[in-house]
C-alpha cells in the first residue's frame, strides 16, 4: 500500500525558509517521479516542482523556481522541498505526489497516482 506522509509545514515570515519532507512506503522509490502541489485558501491544486525517479533532473513552476528546491534521498524513500525567500502568496497547504512513471511531460503533471495528505505552510508577518 503506498503511503505518502508530509511533514515540515508551520507559521513562517515573509523572507523566511521551510523545509518540507513526504516520507514514502509501499513502492519502489528510485522508479517514480515525484511532484509538490499546493492548495491556497479558495484556489485549486496548483503544481510547483517535479524531480525525476533518481533526482537528477528537475522542472519548477515560473514563480517558485529560484526560490524552491525539490530533492529526494533515495536511501531513506525522502522527498524534499526547501523554500527560502517564502512570500505571503505561498500560505497553502503543500502536497506530495507520485506518478507512475520516471518522469513526466508538462500536459502529465496532473495525472499522478498517489497524494498525501498535505502540511500546511502559512506565511504572515
Known amino acids: 500500500q503506498v503511503q505518502l506522509v508530509e511533514s515540515g509545514g508551520g507559521l513562517v515570515q515573509p523572507g523566511g525558509s521551510l523545509r518540507l519532507s513526504c516520507a514514502t512506503s509501499?513502492?519502489?522509490?528510485?522508479?517514480?517521479?515525484m511532484s509538490w502541489f499546493r492548495q491556497a485558501p479558495g484556489k485549486g491544486l496548483e503544481w510547483i516542482a517535479l524531480?525525476?525517479?533518481?533526482?537528477?533532473?528537475?522542472k519548477y513552476l515560473e514563480f517558485v523556481k529560484d526560490r524552491f528546491s525539490i530533492s529526494k534521498d533515495i536511501a531513506t524513500n525522502t522527498l524534499f522541498l526547501q523554500m527560502d525567500s517564502l512570500k505571503l502568496e505561498d500560505t497553502a497547504v503543500y502536497y506530495c505526489?507520485?506518478?507512475?512513471?520516471?518522469?513526466?511531460?508538462?500536459?502529465?503533471?496532473?495525472?499522478?497516482?498517489?497524494r498525501g495528505q498535505g502540511t500546511q505552510v502559512t506565511v504572515s508577518a
Open positions: 505526489a507520485k506518478y507512475r512513471g520516471s518522469w513526466v511531460l508538462n500536459e502529465r503533471l496532473n495525472e499522478y497516482t498517489e
Open positions: 524531480i525525476d525517479n533518481r533526482g537528477g533532473r528537475t
Open positions: 509501499g513502492f519502489t522509490f528510485s522508479r517514480h517521479a
